[in-house]
C-alpha cells in the first residue's frame, strides 16, 4: 500500500460502519475504494463474490489461496472487515460465510456496468465554455498553488519562493498550522520536523495528508464528513480537462471548491462560475498515478512511467561542498534550511554543509536521518554510479554525529545542595526532595544533591532543626 493510500486508509478505518454506509451509496466512492485501498488477492475475493446472491464458506474462500500465503489471505479478510466491504453470516447449523455489504456491492456493480441516474461520477457541462481552460494551463495552475503552499513553509530561510500572483488565504495557513507543519513565530512560518517529512513525501502523500487535515477539521466548519470524503472520491474518478456543472453539488461540496481551489486541486474562473475542473492533483487522488515527480518538478515530467526517470540534481563532495543544478526556488530554499549557500548561478547553486547549518536546521525539529533522506533521493546521477553508497560516508556520519553533538548535554537550572553537617540529615533531606519530585542529581560520597527548587527543601530543613531542639 503506497503512503497515500495508507494515510487515507488509516483515517477511513476510524470511521462507524454507519458512516461507511452513507458513503457506499455512492458509485465512485465504492469504486474508489476498490481501486485504491484493496490488495490485488482482497480484489479477487470481492470480484468473485460481486455477482452471487447467497454467503460463501470461509472454507471455500480459503481453499482458494495456496497454504504459504497463508498470512496474505488474513491480511485480505481482515482489510475487507474493517472497511465494512465484507462481514461474516453466521446461521445455525451451518458453517461460517462471508458475504458483500450492501450498498456497496450494489454501488460497485453499477459502477463497473454503468446505469442508474446517481451521478456520482460528475455532470460534465454539455455547454462550451467561453473561456475554455487547457490540460497545459490546468497543469501551471495547480503547480503555482501547490509550489506556493511548500514555499509558505520552507519562507523561513528568506528565499521568495511562491509565485507573486499567488496569494495563499488565511485557511491554507491556519490548516498548515493546525497539522503541524508550521509553528508561527512573531510573524514568521517556520518548518517542523513533521513539515520537513511532508516535504519529502511524493505529492500524491503529500495532497492526502492535507486532506486529511481539511476532514479533522471539518465538523468544527461545520460540512458533513460524509458530504466531503464523498466529493474527494468524486475527484478522482473525473477526466483531466473535462469541465463539470455545480449544479448537483451540495452546499457543503460547493464551499470545498473554494478552500480545494487555494491548494490547486480544482479550478474555477470565479467562485460564481457555474462549472469546475479538475486538475492533475484531483484526478490522481484515487489512482496510482504522481501528480508530481518530486518538489519542483513539472507536470509534464508526471507523465513518465516510472519514478526512476526523476533526475536528481545534488553533488556533494567529501569537503563537503554541495552543487546543486537547479533553478526552482521552492528546491534552493529547501537546501538552504540546513545548507550555508554561497553562490548562486542561473542554473546552479553552491555551497557548503556546516556544523552550524545542521545545528540550525536540528533546532527547526528536522532530523539528521531527514536530511540523509533528502540527499540521497535527490542525488545526480552522478553520485548514483556507486551501487554501494550514493552519499559519501564521512559526510553521513559528520551530518548525524553533529546531530548527536547537540544532544550530548542538556542544561537544567536549579541549585547545588551540600555541607550538610551529618550522614543522616543528607540522607532525610535527599528522600525528601525524592518524593516531592525536584531531585535531579546526588552524590552520597560527597554529601550532595541537585534540585530544581528550594523553597520546599528549605522550609523542611528548617521544620527538622526546629524538632532537633525540642528533642
Known amino acids: 500500500m503506497s503512503g497515500s493510500s495508507l494515510r487515507s486508509f488509516e483515517y477511513l478505518e476510524g470511521l462507524s460502519g454507519t458512516v461507511f454506509n452513507r458513503l457506499y451509496r455512492q458509485p465512485s466512492t465504492a469504486l474508489a475504494i476498490f481501486r485504491r485501498m484493496l490488495p490485488h488477492l482482497a480484489k479477487s475475493f470481492v470480484m468473485a463474490m460481486l455477482y452471487i446472491s447467497h454467503p460463501l464458506p470461509v472454507s471455500d474462500l480459503e481453499a482458494w489461496v495456496r497454504p504459504d500465503s497463508k498470512r496474505q489471505r488474513d491480511y485480505a479478510f481482515s482489510l475487507l472487515e474493517r472497511l465494512h466491504v465484507m462481514t461474516i453470516v453466521t446461521q445455525p447449523g451451518k458453517a461460517r460465510a462471508y458475504v458483500l455489504t450492501n450498498p456497496f456491492a450494489s454501488s460497485l456493480r453499477l459502477a463497473l456496468t454503468g446505469g442508474g441516474n446517481h451521478k456520482s461520477f460528475g455532470v460534465p457541462c454539455n ?73 519529502l513525501q511524493e505529492v500524491n502523500a503529500q495532497v492526502w495528508t492535507v486532506l486529511i487535515y481539511y476532514l479533522d477539521n471539518a465538523e468544527n466548519l461545520r460540512m458533513d464528513v460524509v458530504d466531503v ?63 508530481l515527480r518530486s518538489v519542483g518538478s513539472n507536470f509534464n515530467n508526471a507523465l513518465t512511467s516510472s519514478s526512476d526517470g526523476a533526475k536528481g540534481f545534488i553533488v556533494i563532495e567529501t569537503n563537503y561542498r554541495i552543487y546543486a543544478y537547479t533553478h526552482s526556488n521552492l528546491q534552493i530554499a529547501i537546501l538552504q534550511l540546513f545548507t550555508r549557500l554561497s553562490t548562486r548561478y542561473p542554473n546552479m547553486v553552491a555551497g557548503k554543509i556546516t556544523r552550524d547549518s545542521i545545528r540550525r536546521a536540528v533546532a527547526m525539529g528536522i532530523t539528521s536521518d531527514q536530511i540523509i533522506s533528502f540527499l540521497s533521493t535527490h542525488a545526480h546521477p552522478q553520485m548514483r554510479k556507486n551501487n554501494t553508497m550514493i552519499l559519501p560516508p564521512t559526510v553521513v556520519d559528520q551530518i548525524r554525529l553533529w546531530q548527536i553533538e547537540g544532544e550530548r548535554m542538556t542544561s537544567t537550572v536549579g541549585f547545588l545542595l551540600k555541607d550538610f553537617v551529618g550522614q543522616r540529615e543528607f540522607e532525610d533531606v535527599c528522600r525528601y526532595a525524592e518524593e516531592i519530585g525536584v531531585l535531579v542529581w546526588k552524590n552520597e560520597t560527597r554529601r550532595m544533591f541537585f534540585v530544581t527548587k528550594h523553597e520546599q527543601i528549605a522550609q523542611f530543613i528548617r521544620v527538622r532543626k526546629e524538632a532537633g531542639k525540642k528533642v
Do not use: C, N
Open 229 to 291: 470524503l464523498s466529493f474527494l472520491f468524486l475527484l478522482g474518478s473525473l477526466e483531466l480537462g473535462q469541465d463539470y456543472s455545480k449544479a448537483t453539488l451540495t452546499p457543503t461540496q460547493l464551499q470545498m471548491l473554494e478552500d480545494l481551489g487555494d491548494f490547486g486541486i480544482v479550478y474555477q474562473s470565479s467562485p460564481t462560475s457555474t462549472r469546475f475542473y479538475p486538475t492533475r492533483l484531483a484526478t490522481t487522488l484515487t489512482s496510482d498515478s504522481s501528480a
Open 127 to 199: 455547454t462550451p465554455s467561453k473561456h475554455p481552460v487547457g490540460v497545459s494551463e490546468l497543469d501551471e495552475f495547480a503547480r503555482r498553488q501547490w509550489e506556493s503552499v511548500l514555499g509558505y513553509m520552507v519562507g523561513s530561510t528568506g528565499i521568495d519562493v511562491g509565485d507573486e500572483g499567488v496569494k495563499l488565504s488565511q485557511g491554507v495557513k491556519t490548516l498548515l498550522q493546525a497539522g503541524g507543519l508550521v509553528q508561527v513565530r512573531g510573524r514568521k512560518a517556520e518548518i517542523t520536523k513533521e513539515g520537513f517529512a511532508f516535504i
